[in-house]
């Protein structure tokens, strides 16, 4: 079964189909900058978000000597080997 829409019938009115032009060009265009104005908005707030945390980064940050003579800290468990009989699908 398929689906199909009617075609459209254009007017034969030069001044309607002028019209419908000018309409159409000016959606294009509020789509055009309201994307613009999207888009910058999320590149002003990605930057300040990454400048805020390169400014807490260099603020919390310790002194190299302490930082030479810290160990990082070992996490500790059990584990067990799990024997595969068939794979799963995936």
């Known amino acids: 079964m398929r689906f199909s829409l009617p075609m459209p ?14 309409v159409g060009l000016a959606v294009v265009g509020i789509l055009l900058v309201f994307g613009l104005v999207v888009a910058s908005v999320l ?11 390169q400014w807490s980064r260099k603020r919390s940050a310790v002194s190299p000597t302490v930082a030479r003579s810290h160990k990082p800290e070992v996490i500790e468990g059990e584990f067990v080997v799990l024997q595969r009989t068939h794979h799963a699908a995936h």
């Open 9 to 22: 019938r254009r007017s034969r009115h030069p001044l309607v189909r002028a019209l419908s032009l000018l």
């Open 43 to 53: 590149l002003v707030g990605g930057a300040l978000v990454f400048a805020l945390r």
